[in-house]
C-alpha cells in the first residue's frame, strides 16, 4: 500500500513537471514569436524607407490593378493609334534590352545605346522589356541616357516590369512611356509583315481585360498574312528555378492559358526578362526567349540582338565595364 501511495506521488509530481514544462515552452514559443514579428517589422520598416526595396510591393500590390493600368494604356492607344514601321529589309536586326535597374550608374545602358547607334544597319526601332530603374525617381535619369536614339531618329518600345511598378510607380512611368500594352507592325521592302504585341506583366499577371484584348488582337489579326508574331512582356513563363520567388510570376493555370492561346494564333516567339538568365525554350512550336539582365551589378551584363528573317539569329553581347572591374579588384 506505501509502495502504491508512493507511486502516485511520484506520478502526480511529474505530471505537475511535464505541465510546467509545456506553460515553459509555450511561453519560449510566444516569445520567440514576438522576436520574430519584432523583427519582420524593423526590417519592413527599413527595406520600404529606403527608397530601393519595396517590400510591400514584392509580396503583393497595393496600388493600381492590373485592369486599371490596362485601362490607361488603352487610352493612350485610343487617342494616338498603332505604329507601321515600313521600308524595313527583309532581314533585320533588333536590339532588345531588358532588367536595366538604373540605381547610380548607367554604365550598361550607355553600352546597349551606343551599340545600337553604332549599327547603321539596325532596325530603326529598340526593345526594352522592363525594370528600368531600381528604387524611385529614375526614370528621367533613364531617358536621359536613351535621348540620343530619338535623336538619331530611332525609337525604343517599353513595357513596364514589377521595379517600375514599385513605390506606386506606375503613374510616373505611364506619364513619361504613355503605354505599355500595345502593337505595332513592321513591314519589309518585299512586302513581308512582321507584327510585334507588347504585353504588360509587372503584377505577374495579364489580368481580364489584356488578356481579352490580346485575343482579340489575335483573332483581328489572324488572316492578314503575318510572317512573325513577336510577342514581348517582363515576367517570363516558365519558372525553372527559385530566382524569382514573389508574387509578380505568371501562375501555372495562366501559363497554359497562354501558351495555349500563343500556339492557336501561330505566336513565333515571346520575349521576356525579369529572371536576369538566358534560357530558350520551346513549347507547342512557340519559342520563350528570356533575356539576360542588363544592370550595372550583374557579374555578366548583356544585351540581345535579335535577327529577324525567313527565321531568328539571337546573339548576346557583354557589356563588360572596366571601371567596375577595378573597383572589385581593389
Given at each position: 500500500?506505501?509502495?502504491?501511495?508512493?507511486?502516485?506521488?511520484?506520478?502526480?509530481?511529474?505530471?505537475?513537471?511535464?505541465?510546467?514544462?509545456?506553460?515553459?515552452?509555450?511561453?519560449?514559443?510566444?516569445?520567440?514569436?514576438?522576436?520574430?514579428?519584432?523583427?519582420?517589422?524593423?526590417?519592413?520598416?527599413?527595406?520600404?524607407?529606403?527608397?530601393?526595396?519595396?517590400?510591400?510591393?514584392?509580396?503583393?500590390?497595393?496600388?493600381?490593378?492590373?485592369?486599371?493600368?490596362?485601362?490607361?494604356?488603352?487610352?493612350?492607344?485610343?487617342?494616338?493609334?498603332?505604329?507601321?514601321?515600313?521600308?524595313?529589309?527583309?532581314?533585320?536586326?533588333?536590339?532588345?534590352?531588358?532588367?536595366?535597374?538604373?540605381?547610380?550608374?548607367?554604365?550598361?545602358?550607355?553600352?546597349?545605346?551606343?551599340?545600337?547607334?553604332d549599327?547603321?544597319?539596325?532596325?530603326?526601332?529598340?526593345?526594352c522589356?522592363?525594370?528600368?530603374?531600381?528604387?524611385?525617381?529614375k526614370?528621367?535619369?533613364?531617358?536621359?541616357h536613351?535621348?540620343?536614339?530619338a535623336?538619331?531618329?530611332?525609337?525604343?518600345?517599353?513595357?513596364?516590369?514589377?521595379?517600375?511598378?514599385?513605390?506606386?510607380?506606375?503613374?510616373?512611368?505611364?506619364?513619361?512611356?504613355?503605354?505599355?500594352?500595345?502593337?505595332?507592325?513592321?513591314?519589309?521592302?518585299?512586302?513581308?509583315?512582321?507584327?510585334?504585341?507588347?504585353?504588360?506583366?509587372?503584377?505577374?499577371?495579364?489580368?481580364?481585360?489584356q488578356?481579352?484584348?490580346?485575343?482579340?488582337?489575335?483573332?483581328?489579326?489572324?488572316?492578314?498574312?503575318?510572317?512573325?508574331?513577336?510577342?514581348?512582356?517582363?515576367?517570363?513563363?516558365?519558372?525553372?528555378?527559385?530566382?524569382?520567388?514573389?508574387?509578380?510570376?505568371?501562375?501555372?493555370e495562366?501559363?497554359?492559358?497562354?501558351?495555349d492561346?500563343?500556339?492557336r494564333?501561330?505566336?513565333?516567339?515571346?520575349?521576356?526578362?525579369?529572371?536576369?538568365?538566358?534560357?530558350?525554350?520551346?513549347?507547342?512550336?512557340?519559342?520563350?526567349?528570356?533575356?539576360?539582365?542588363?544592370?550595372?551589378?550583374?557579374?555578366?551584363?548583356?544585351?540581345?540582338?535579335?535577327t529577324?528573317?525567313?527565321?531568328?539569329?539571337?546573339?548576346?553581347?557583354?557589356?563588360?565595364?572596366?571601371?567596375?572591374?577595378?573597383?572589385?579588384?581593389?
Amino acid at each position: 500500500m506505501d509502495i502504491l501511495k508512493d507511486f502516485e506521488l511520484k506520478t502526480t509530481k511529474k505530471k505537475k513537471k511535464m505541465k510546467n514544462n509545456t506553460k515553459y515552452d509555450s511561453w519560449r514559443f510566444l516569445r520567440a514569436l514576438r522576436s520574430v514579428e519584432m523583427t519582420a517589422v524593423v526590417l519592413l520598416l527599413l527595406l520600404t524607407s529606403c527608397g530601393k526595396y519595396d517590400f510591400l510591393g514584392m509580396l503583393m500590390s497595393f496600388d493600381e490593378t492590373p485592369d486599371e493600368r490596362f485601362a490607361q494604356s488603352m487610352e493612350y492607344n485610343d487617342m494616338n493609334g498603332y505604329d507601321k514601321i515600313t521600308d524595313v529589309p527583309d532581314e533585320y536586326r533588333v536590339y532588345a534590352m531588358t532588367d536595366v535597374h538604373i540605381d547610380n550608374t548607367t554604365h550598361n545602358l550607355d553600352k546597349f545605346v551606343a551599340g545600337y547607334l553604332d549599327d547603321t544597319e539596325a532596325a530603326p526601332f529598340a526593345l526594352c522589356l522592363g525594370d528600368l530603374t531600381n528604387g524611385k525617381d529614375k526614370f528621367d535619369v533613364f531617358l536621359e541616357h536613351v535621348q540620343p536614339v530619338a535623336d538619331a531618329g530611332r525609337k525604343i518600345y517599353y513595357t513596364a516590369g514589377n521595379h517600375d511598378l514599385y513605390f506606386n510607380q506606375w503613374p510616373d512611368f505611364v506619364k513619361r512611356f504613355h503605354t505599355s500594352t500595345y502593337w505595332f507592325e513592321v513591314q519589309t521592302v518585299s512586302g513581308f509583315k512582321d507584327l510585334y504585341i507588347a504585353l504588360e506583366s509587372g503584377s505577374g499577371t495579364l489580368g481580364v481585360d489584356q488578356r481579352e484584348w490580346l485575343e482579340d488582337v489575335l483573332k483581328a489579326k489572324k488572316n492578314e498574312g503575318y510572317r512573325h508574331i513577336i510577342v514581348f512582356t517582363h515576367t517570363h513563363f516558365f519558372k525553372k528555378d527559385g530566382s524569382q520567388g514573389h508574387t509578380s510570376n505568371f501562375n501555372m493555370e495562366e501559363t497554359y492559358d497562354l501558351a495555349d492561346l500563343f500556339d492557336r494564333y501561330d505566336v513565333s516567339m515571346v520575349l521576356q526578362g525579369h529572371s536576369h538568365h538566358r534560357d530558350m525554350t520551346v513549347f507547342k512550336d512557340v519559342v520563350y526567349l528570356r533575356l539576360d539582365a542588363l544592370k550595372d551589378a550583374a557579374k555578366q551584363a548583356f544585351y540581345t540582338i535579335l535577327t529577324v528573317g525567313e527565321g531568328f539569329r539571337v546573339e548576346s553581347v557583354e557589356c563588360r565595364v572596366e571601371s567596375l572591374e577595378l573597383k572589385n579588384r581593389n
